[in-house]
């Protein structure tokens, strides 16, 4: 596969992936996904607090949290939008579907499990500060300031890539069939 050895190639590529999967997420991907973070975050939230959940939506053919929980010793539930926490996992499930063209099996599945993992960790750890949004400051600050950042996460998990597998560079770990 000789095709792969470009750099102007792998662009090519990875760009096709984006735009892949950017139809995929629009076409029902994003749901999923959603699910996912509800069903991990729940069983999260079951282990730390009682009376907290949260539930994927659709409301005016828009998905969106709900979460239920104690607001100040009563309970309460309230809707935030998807947007801006799950978008950016675009980013990350493209570049993770590249690394397959580029890396050895095993190493793109390392890869996968450890990117994919870290941002979905990251992500249950802000849904865990939603569910307390109106009980503490702290979680509030600490929540609107991570909001916007998760597409900063993203491209940080892609460079981080970059620089331990040199994907970009002269000196890349490639499939046997590339070599």
């Known amino acids: 596969m000789k095709f792969l050895r470009k750099t ?3 662009i090519i ?3 096709l992936i984006s735009i892949l999967v950017f139809a995929a997420w629009e076409s029902g991907l994003e749901v999923i996904y959603a699910r996912t973070l509800v069903g ?3 069983v999260v939230l079951s282990i730390v607090k009682d009376e907290t959940h949260i539930e994927l939506e ?3 053919d828009k998905y969106q949290f709900r979460v239920y929980t104690l607001v100040q010793g ?3 539930h309230y809707p935030q939008e998807l947007g801006g926490l799950l978008q950016p996992f675009v980013i ?3 570049w993770q579907i590249f690394l397959f ?7 793109a599945f390392a ?5 994919v993992g870290t941002f979905l960790l990251i992500q249950v750890f802000l849904l865990y500060l939603l569910t307390g949004y109106y009980n503490a400051e702290t979680n509030k600050f600490i929540y609107t300031s991570m909001l916007d950042s998760f597409y900063v996460i993203a491209v940080i998990l892609v460079i981080k890539d970059n620089l331990l597998y040199r994907v970009f560079g002269k000196s890349v770990f490639l499939r046997k069939a590339v070599q």
């Open 40 to 42: 991990t975050s729940n």
């Open 101 to 107: 063209f580029v890396l050895r099996i095993r190493t």
């Open 74 to 76: 009563r309970k309460g």
């Open 92 to 94: 990350v499930l493209s």
């Open 58 to 60: 659709k409301n005016y």
């Open 8 to 10: 102007r190639n792998k």
């Open 111 to 115: 890869s996968l499990g450890m990117n």
């Open 13 to 15: 590529l990875i760009i």
